[in-house]
């Protein structure tokens, strides 16, 4: 019997430090590495800026003389503020009429940071509520498409001209971006009540991202703010009348985010030992592994019903408005890098549920995979050097000319 304990000890043991020489591994060679962009675009003898954000963020301080701020998501925000040891709403909710408020756009009339995965560090300036929009696109007044999504939809990373508003606005449509990144189903409905009345669109462009606005609306639906837009017809925050507040408590959340982030960067050596202890890269490895099969096994299959139900909400504040919702379903990039059968591009991600949900309830998709990248015999030149990222110039630019040739 004792044998048999020592022996269950020994290959318990051994299989621990296996999974620690693992985590260790993949410590030293992330530390040494450099990042694979970075590689292939030397091979390439393209130029890429190897700056952090938060550097680029120091640099463009100093330039701008306090001008500019890194990007700002709804979704992150919220998060922050639930985690947050701050209990009272004097520094990150402030109170305006005994009401919190919680920003959907960003900080107005700045140099906004947002990300680099072509080579350069992608900036805009920022419209008067925040947006990445030029600021005249608010004194249009007839808008024929009104975007609202995530990343995708704010143009992550390419600049402005390049993202989907900004070419359908080239060809002489008036485009208007609402979209930010992390923004899944409930925050895009918030947006479009709070800015329909004044904007009343023609066209409602609803980019949904099946990457990961499943998992995003699993996040937002127990925010209390948010699920008053879903659950009060009449309930609006009043954004457009509040972007003082908006701009004061995001600036604030800035500012306490950027301190953290160097605390980090100074103390960095703090994150690897965290990570070795925790084996953060080996449970990383296998929430990815579980992850994958969720992708082809009911992947959030339980949020459907409520998106159907706000996708229904937002069907009655469009007619309110005359507006019609165009459904643009956008593909990840995962979908290209493996050997996906017919049937499997079709289940992967619940893409055919989503689909028929939407169909159903009477909204004309647009499905980037079905119109687009299947008919292509290499779906990856739509994407940064090949890699995992969001679409290049290319990929917004194939995409923006069928929207506008369909629906302009």
């Not at 070419?167 to 449509?173: A, D, P, T, V, Y």
């Not at 605390?263 to 929430?287: A, C, E, P, Q, T």
């Amino acid at each position: 019997m004792k044998k048999i304990a020592f022996n269950i000890a020994t290959i318990l043991c051994s299989s621990l430090v296996g999974l620690y020489l693992v985590e260790g591994t993949v410590i030293v060679s992330g530390y040494f590495d450099s990042n694979n962009s970075v590689e292939i675009t030397d091979s390439q003898g393209v130029s890429f800026d190897k700056r952090t954000k938060l550097e680029v963020f120091e640099d463009l301080h100093k330039l701008y003389r306090g001008g500019v701020s890194p990007a700002t998501y709804p979704l992150e925000f919220i998060e922050f503020i639930k985690n947050s040891r701050i209990k009272t709403g004097d520094d990150f909710k402030l109170k305006l009429n005994s009401e919190s408020i919680l920003p959907l756009g960003g900080i107005s009339f700045k140099n906004i940071i947002l990300c680099n995965e072509a080579g350069e560090w992608i900036t805009f300036d920022s419209d008067r509520y925040g947006f990445n929009n030029n600021d005249y696109v608010w004194d249009y007044k007839n808008v024929d498409f009104m975007l609202v999504g995530d990343s995708f939809a704010q143009g992550y990373c390419v600049e402005r001209r390049s993202n989907i508003a900004g070419i359908l606005e080239s060809k002489g449509s008036y485009a208007i971006n609402l979209g930010t990144g992390g923004n899944g189903p409930l925050v895009n409905f918030a947006v479009i009540k709070e800015y329909i009345e004044l904007l009343k669109p023609k066209n409602i462009i609803w980019i949904y991202f099946e990457g990961n606005d499943l998992s995003d609306l699993k996040l937002e639906k127990n925010n209390e703010i948010l699920n008053k837009y879903l659950k009060d017809p009449d309930f609006q925050q009043g954004l457009l009348q509040k972007q003082q507040v908006t701009d004061k408590i995001l600036r604030q959340y800035v500012a306490s985010q950027y301190s953290l982030k160097k605390d980090i960067v100074n103390d960095s050596w703090h994150d690897y030992v965290i990570s070795f202890i925790k084996m953060l890269n080996v449970r990383g490895v296998i929430g990815n592994y579980r992850s994958y099969l969720k992708n082809f096994s009911n992947y959030y299959v339980e949020e459907i019903p409520i998106f159907q139900k706000i996708l229904n909400k937002t069907i009655n504040v469009a007619n309110e408005h005359n507006s019609k919702i165009i459904f643009v379903y956008l593909p990840e990039y995962e979908r290209y890098e493996s050997s996906l059968t017919r049937d499997e591009h079709d289940t992967y991600k619940s893409k055919y549920l989503v689909i028929d949900m939407v169909e159903s309830l009477g909204i004309e998709v647009f499905d980037v995979h079905a119109e687009i990248l299947s008919k292509s015999n290499d779906p990856l030149k739509y994407f940064p050097f090949r890699m995992r990222g969001h679409y290049n110039e290319k990929g917004y630019k194939e995409i923006s000319n069928a929207l506008y040739s369909r629906f302009h």
